[in-house]
């Protein structure tokens, strides 16, 4: 194969690796735990945290709650970094590339 042919497959792969990260990034994923649902995108950009407002809260409901968007978050930013794994890493076999 000649230097030319391979230097179009790298462009081809850059420019389908860039259409896959574009997908990725719009994206929504979300994370669920107990009372909150948290929406993020593929860039790990949260959009929105929701609190079941049929749950009656008090100040000792607060540290718990905390926990709970944390989990969530992370449920979240999980599925992103899944996502990214199984649409990204058939790139990651090209000799050179990374």
Do not use: C, W, Y
Request: aromatic fraction near 4%; charged fraction near 30%; hydrophobic fraction near 40%.
């Amino acid at each position: 194969m000649n230097i030319q042919a391979l230097m179009k497959q790298a462009q081809n792969m850059q420019k389908e690796m860039m259409k896959v990260k574009e997908e990725i990034d719009r994206t929504m994923f979300e994370g669920t735990n107990t009372f909150v649902r948290v929406t993020i995108d593929g860039t790990k950009k949260v959009h929105k945290v929701q609190i079941d407002k049929n749950v009656d809260l008090t100040t000792d409901d607060i540290e718990p709650l905390e926990d709970m968007i944390m989990l969530a978050i992370n449920e979240a930013m999980k599925k992103v970094d899944e996502m990214t794994e199984q649409k990204m890493g058939k790139f990651s076999n090209v000799p050179g590339l990374f």
